[in-house]
């Protein structure tokens, strides 16, 4: 799923994570710490701005 993300394919890579991803398994609250990761990430915010 990050390697989708870091390729520009993060819609793809949210559609894996909803199919996959136990729902009863704190799903929400995951998908909330990985986009506050991300928007922490100068990796990833240097890669949105380059596309």
């Given at each position: 799923?990050?390697?989708l993300?870091?390729?520009?394919e993060?819609?793809r890579?949210?559609?894996?994570?909803?199919?996959?991803?136990?729902?009863?398994?704190?799903?929400?609250?995951?998908?909330?710490?990985?986009?506050?990761?991300l928007?922490?990430?100068?990796?990833?915010q240097?890669?949105?701005?380059?596309?």
């Amino acid at each position: 799923m990050v390697d989708l993300i870091y390729f520009g394919e993060e819609k793809r890579a949210w559609e894996i994570f909803d199919k996959y991803y136990p729902k009863d398994y704190q799903k929400e609250e995951n998908r909330k710490e990985i986009k506050s990761i991300l928007r922490q990430s100068k990796f990833y915010q240097a890669l949105k701005r380059s596309n």
